[in-house]
């Protein structure tokens, strides 16, 4: 059970990235899938969620209209395509899977938005 995380990278102040979190050993369809970054001495924050059945997404108000959520049942995989990118975006960013008690973590991958 493993769930990777990846398209982190450096980008100027108003660039774009799109970040892949993609399961193995598990269906993310019944899954609750979260994006999560944690910036240097900062906590751990939610950024996004997409729910496993309706697909209801949820927006940190900071990302609001910038950052969107979506999944390829088919590919296992979910993306957060992140826009308009500013420094205040600069963190490590997590993929998470919850279903019931099971919860899974992904690996992170560093996002660097310089000004």
């Known amino acids: 059970v493993q769930l990777q995380a990846s398209g982190g990278g450096l980008v100027q102040s108003g660039g774009s990235l799109r970040l892949s979190c993609a399961a193995s050993?598990?269906?993310?369809?019944?899954?609750?899938i979260g994006w999560f970054r944690q910036a240097p001495g900062k906590e751990r924050e939610g950024v996004s969620e997409i729910s496993c059945c309706d697909s209801t997404t949820y927006y940190e108000e900071s990302v609001r209209g910038r950052f969107t959520i979506s999944k390829d049942n088919a590919k296992n995989t979910v993306y957060l395509d992140m826009n308009n990118l500013k420094p205040g975006d600069t963190a490590v960013y997590y993929c998470?899977?919850?279903?019931?008690?099971?919860?899974?973590w992904g690996q992170g991958t560093l996002v660097t938005v310089s000004s």
């Open positions: 050993g598990f269906t993310l369809d019944q899954f609750t």
């Open positions: 998470n899977a919850r279903f019931g008690l099971r919860v899974y």
